[in-house]
């Protein structure tokens, strides 16, 4: 099963986080990333795809563990500019909250495979 994981704890993940449970059956998993060893934490977690808040977390260590997994989704949400930077070894595009939920569950077929 595709593993989602939230990086942060702002109200913008928990909503997402909440959608993605409701639509897809998916149970994303939260790390909190002010606490020490949050990176750690996800890394062990080896999360399919990780979703950030762009206005609140830092991405510089998210960079440097996708750097390492190449096939991790990197999905960073910018509510200010209502807008998701999705990071991944292949295009994508997501729009609305539909799209990312065609992408995440596009994503978890394959990795039932």
Known sequence: MLTVA????????ASIG???ERRTGLQPVTIEAALPGAIERLSALRADVVMLDLGTAQPAPLM????????????????????MLIL????????????LRDILA??????MQ
């Open 106 to 111: 596009t994503h978890n077929e394959g990795a």
């Open 64 to 83: 440097a563990l996708w750097k390492a997994r190449p096939d991790l989704v990197l999905i960073g949400v910018d509510l200010d500019a209502d807008r």
């Open 88 to 99: 991944s070894g292949q295009p994508a595009s997501a729009l609305t909250a539909e799209h």
């Open 6 to 13: 939230l990086y942060g704890n702002s109200l913008v993940l």
């Open 18 to 20: 909440a959608h993605i």
